[in-house]
C-alpha cells in the first residue's frame, strides 16, 4: 500500500522514510552491510569529514512506470560515478554490484513511499560516503561509512514550466586540475555564497564560466547545460571540471539516436551565448529545466520567458518518455526493481 500523501504538493526536501543501507569500512574493507531504520549517525568530533570534509554523494530517483513496475534510470552510472569521486576523495571505493544492490534494497524496503505513474513525484535516493574516523592531522580517514537513504519528492514543474533566470557568476565553481568533476560535498559547500548572492539579486542560478580564463561557459552550480543553435544542432559544453551529469549524457544520446538530431560537444563561449536560441539546464531533478534569459553582467539574452523551445521540449519528453516506460529505452537505461 502507498503512503497516503499528496504527491503532487510534495517539494524537495527530506522526509524520513523507513529504511535505509549502511556499510561501513574498516581496516582495509567493507562489512556485509544492512538495512536499519536508525536515521542518525553518531560520531567523533574529530571525525574526518567534520574537520575536513571528506565526502561525497550521489543522486538518482525511483519512481513507478506506466506499466507499474518500480524502476530506476541508470544506476550503474552513479556507481561508475562514486567511484570516481571516491578516488579523486583517497576514499575506499564501494564496488558497483553492490551499489545497485544496495539501491535496490532500500528502494524496496520503501516500496510505499515510491510514488504513483502519473503523480509526477519520485523516490529520491541519496547514496553518501563519508570519513568516520578521528584525523586531527591532514590525512584521508581509515574508516568510511556509505550509506543510501530515500526519500520522497514532488514534480519538479508544479503549476507550470517557467524559464529561470540566470547570471554569469563572477565566483568561480571549480579550479582547474581541482574537483568539478567529482561530486564532492566540498563542491557544494563552496557555491552556497554564490547560490545566495545570486537569490538576493533575484537570479535563480549561477552559470560559471572556466575559472582559468572566465572565457568558457562550463555550468551551474548543480546541473549541466545544453544549448540548441539555429540550426536545432545540441551543443554541450567540453571541460575537465565539468560534473558529468548522467541526465545530460543520457539526453545527447537521445537527441543524436532516437531523435536523429545533430549533436556537439565543445567549448562554448560566453561570446557566443546570444548566437543559440535554446537553453537548458539538465540534471536528475528536472531533467531539463529552459532557461529563459541570461544575464551577463547587465547584457540580457533572451531565449523565450513563455514555454521551452521546442527543441528542448522535445527532448524532455522523449527522455521523460523512456524513464516513464512509455517510450522504449536503449539496453540497460532502466533497472527494474519491483515488477
Ligand atoms: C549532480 C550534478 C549534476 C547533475 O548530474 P545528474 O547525474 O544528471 O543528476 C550536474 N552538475 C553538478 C555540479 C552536479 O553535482
Known sequence: MA???????????????????????????WDEGALTEDGT???????????????????????????????????????????????????PTFPKERFIEAVKRVVEANKEWVPPYGSGASLYLRPFMFGYDSVIGVKPASEYQFRIFATPVG?????????????????????????????????????LYAITDA????????????????????????????????DGTVVTPKSDTILPSITRRSLMYVAEHVLGMKVEQRKVRVDELSDFVECGLCGTAAVISPVGKIVDHGKEIVYGMEDMGPVIKKLYHTLRGIQMGEIEAPEGWIETICE
Open 3 to 29: 503512503k497516503n500523501i499528496d504527491w503532487s504538493s510534495l517539494g524537495f526536501g527530506y522526509i524520513k522514510t523507513d529504511w535505509r543501507y549502511v556499510a561501513n569500512y574498516k581496516d582495509g574493507q
Open 41 to 91: 549517525i553518531t560520531m567523533s568530533e574529530c571525525a574526518g569529514v567534520l574537520q575536513y570534509a571528506q565526502t561525497c554523494f550521489e543522486g538518482l530517483k525511483a519512481y513507478t512506470t506506466k506499466d507499474g513496475k518500480i524502476v530506476c534510470f541508470r544506476p550503474d552510472l552513479n556507481a561508475e560515478r562514486m567511484i570516481d569521486s571516491c578516488e579523486r576523495l583517497i576514499m
Open 155 to 191: 514534480p519538479y514543474f508544479k503549476g507550470g514550466v517557467k524559464p529561470l533566470t540566470v547570471r554569469i557568476s563572477d565566483y568561480d565553481r571549480a579550479a582547474p586540475r581541482g574537483t568539478g568533476h567529482v561530486k564532492a560535498g566540498l563542491n557544494y559547500a563552496m557555491s
Open 199 to 230: 537569490h538576493e539579486k533575484g537570479f535563480d542560478e549561477n552559470i560559471y564560466p572556466d575559472s582559468a580564463t572566465r572565457t568558457y561557459i562550463e555550468e551551474t552550480g548543480g546541473a549541466n547545460i545544453i544549448f540548441v543553435t539555429k
